[in-house]
């Protein structure tokens, strides 16, 4: 297969950027963001698709990491770059992925791209389009009126019901992306394309600035700021060592070598113990759970551990769905 050469050339008040195997490196304010209306229905209004149109499908579960946050799912945004090459025929995409992302979409000369139905789990934002191309957007997460999918191997059974409804035919071809991030829908770029891209909205301009940190982001930030500390092994030997003092004497034998029995030692993987007022920060679910200390004398912290185990010194009780293990 021949070596396909993303080359980037951006048209932005009549000058032309050169920008090769790089994000569209424009800054826009964050209002931009809000420049695109959420709809209630699963249609796009007063949509003309010419007979020669092409629906293509393109995404994955995620692409590549964007490096900052887009929701507060806890997960890092991820980005897709969408080359869209279809010089003969007017085009609509179906755009999915897992993960929360950032479509950032750019054109060949003489592309016209009609529509863009973007989904998924988490979050989805779509940069790089002219402001008049209409945009239905529709996740798990913002329970979206035409409910949600991602792009697979193996998981595309709903993509041609939900084309045929919305555009009266079925999707032509799937482009399947990678953690590259990096997707030509249509025909080949032979490496001489100049592609082009909407400046009122950037990749960049989706990071929520105001925010709290979601996930591991946020936990990270509150060991900076002294809020929460790192748990140690002394810290879980005190936990078992109290619950053991605290607990009525069983009428069970003491094992040889070891004495009495004694409750399990807490899992100390991402584990922290509480210092001062601490909010649980979004999206502790998952990979992204952790273990909390709560000493006595600490405050109980604000917001939902999600999946996360809590062991409360002062109550001696362990609260979450890890502390069945």
């Known amino acids: 297969m021949k070596r396909m050469i993303f080359m980037i050339s951006v048209i932005l008040c009549g000058q032309v950027f050169a920008d090769e195997l790089k994000q569209f490196d424009f800054k826009v304010p964050p209002k931009s963001i809000q420049s695109r209306a959420t709809v209630s229905e699963c249609k796009f209004e007063d949509l003309t698709i010419p007979e020669n149109t092409v629906v293509y ?53 003489g592309t ?28 798990y997460d913002n329970k979206g009126p035409c409910g949600y999918f991602y792009i697979g191997k193996g998981n595309n059974s709903s993509l041609n019901p939900k084309s045929r ?17 990096k997707i030509v829908v249509g025909a080949p770029l032979s490496g001489t394309e100049r592609l082009m891209t909407s400046a009122k909205s950037t990749p960049d301009s989706f990071r929520d600035t105001t925010a709290p940190l979601a996930g591991q982001a946020g936990l990270d930030d509150a060991v900076a700021k002294g809020l929460i500390r790192p748990a140690t092994s002394a810290d879980a030997d005190q936990w078992v060592e109290e619950v053991a003092a605290n607990t009525s004497n069983q009428d069970v034998p003491p094992i040889a070598g070891q004495g009495m029995p004694k409750p399990p030692r807490p899992d100390l993987y991402n584990a922290f113990v509480v210092l001062k007022n601490f909010t649980y920060p979004s999206g502790l679910f998952g990979g992204n759970a952790a273990t909390f200390f709560i000493p006595r004398g600490v405050p109980a912290p604000q917001g939902n551990p999600g999946h996360s185990a809590v062991y409360d010194f002062s109550a001696l009780r362990c609260r979450g769905a890890q502390c069945r293990r």
């Open 57 to 109: 499908a393109a995404g994955g579960y995620s692409g590549k990491n964007a490096g900052f946050q887009i929701d507060q799912s806890g997960h890092a945004a991820t980005q897709f770059d969408i080359a869209v090459n279809s010089q003969d025929r007017p085009v609509i995409l179906m755009l999915g992925a897992y993960e929360p992302t950032i479509w950032n979409l750019g054109w060949s000369e």
């Open 112 to 139: 016209q791209i009609l529509a863009v139905l973007v989904s998924g789990y988490h979050r989805q934002a779509v940069a790089g389009l002219k402001s008049d191309t209409p945009v239905l957007n529709s996740s």
């Open 165 to 181: 409804k919305l555009f009266g035919k079925s999707v032509e071809l799937v482009y399947l992306g990678d953690r590259s991030g």
